[in-house]
T-cell receptor, first 115, second 114 residues
Framework: GDSVTQMEGPVTLSEEAFLTINCTYTATGYPSLFWYVQYPGEGLQLLLKATKADDKGSNKGFEATYRKETTSFHLEKGSVQVSDSAVYFC??????????????FGQGTILTVHP | DTGVSQDPRHKITKRGQNVTFRCDPI?????LYWYRQTLGQGPEFLTYFQNEAQLEKSRLLSDRFSAERPKGSFSTLEIQRTEQGDSAMYLC????????????FGQGTRLTVV
């Protein structure tokens, strides 16, 4: 079945450091890939997405590129801020009409950014 | 309508009791999903509605769980005879009814079974 694997956390960085959170997936066909973020006390929010190979999703300084050859969708940001402290989830929706937009999530990575 | 809303936000119940959660999706969204999230894990799919029809149920959804969306608008998730293993965050999400469009999530209902 479909699965998403994220790098082990938690991740602790100083402000302005470079961030990478690794994400790899297993799915048939060409799934759509997503990063969701969950700030403390809030619901999941879509951060960025990519729907086909070599697409780059970007938002709020975060980027991720859909790599079909390595089945990866790593999240990066050049300079993190304290306000980026949150839990980040990589997710996919399987290709095809019967997926109904159902998301399969990774286990989440806790990011803490210190001033 | 500013987003998906869930009620209650927190619920503490004794083992063996029944609980019911409500989700109000974004008004024009036909698709509605329930997920469960336990500590340190990502959300896991429970069930999906397209309008009022329940089209898919996960094997995680035992016969103690039932979900409805009677008029294709709000949805309820009921857990009967709760067990301590049911303690989790229950998330509701909604999306438009085409392709792989963005799902919008509510803030969730945190259930604690004591």
């Amino acid at each position: 079945g479909d699965s998403v694997t994220q790098m082990e956390g938690p991740v602790t960085l100083s402000e302005e450091a470079f961030l990478t959170i690794n994400c790899t997936y297993t799915a048939t066909g060409y799934p759509s890939l997503f990063w969701y973020v969950q700030y403390p006390g809030e619901g999941l929010q879509l951060l960025l997405k990519a729907t086909k190979a070599d697409d780059k999703g970007s938002n709020k300084g975060f980027e991720a590129t859909y790599r079909k050859e390595t089945t990866s969708f790593h999240l990066e940001k050049g300079s993190v801020q304290v306000s980026d402290s949150a839990v980040y989830f990589c997710a996919l929706i399987r290709a095809g009409g019967t997926s109904y937009g159902k998301l399969t999530f990774g286990q989440g990575t806790i990011l803490t950014v210190h001033p | 309508d500013t987003g998906v809303s869930q009620d209650p936000r927190h619920k503490i119940t004794k083992r063996g009791q029944n609980v019911t959660f409500r989700c109000d999706p974004i008004s024009e969204h036909n698709r509605l999903y329930w997920y469960r999230q336990t500590l340190g894990q990502g959300p896991e799919f429970l069930t999906y509605f397209q309008n009022e029809a329940q089209l898919e149920k996960s094997r995680l959804l035992s016969d103690r769980f039932s979900a409805e969306r009677p008029k294709g608008s709000f949805s309820t998730l009921e857990i009967q005879r709760t067990e301590q293993g049911d303690s989790a965050m229950y998330l509701c999400a909604s999306s438009l009814n085409w392709g792989n469009t963005e799902a919008f999530f509510g803030q969730g209902t945190r259930l604690t079974v004591v």
